[in-house]
């Protein structure tokens, strides 16, 4: 019986990066706050689905009842990479 792989998590910047199907979670369990990376429109380049335009939510990190801190649009995912990063830490020095 071949032995049990052990799944590494992304992380960037020391925070939890976790896709599931067109979102991408950042952020720590612990922490007040996450944002969440939603996929709204892709395009195919050859064999790879690019993004096009990605919603960005900074939420409570709380599992029932999360609330929508803010909230914004940007075309491509390294634009949105840039503002989501940026409101999170913002938001865990801040708040």
Do not use: C, H
């Amino acid at each position: 019986m071949p032995a049990k792989k052990k799944e590494e998590v992304l992380t960037y910047k020391g925070k939890m990066l976790l896709r599931k199907e067109n979102e991408i979670y950042y952020g720590n369990p612990g922490e007040k706050y996450m944002v969440v990376f939603r996929i709204k429109d892709s395009e195919k380049l050859e064999d790879l689905n690019i993004s096009k335009k990605v919603v960005i939510e900074l939420r409570t990190n709380e599992e029932k009842n999360s609330t929508l801190i803010k909230q914004a649009e940007r075309d491509g995912l390294y634009k949105a990479f840039d503002i989501g990063f940026f409101w999170l830490e913002d938001a865990l020095e801040n708040f």
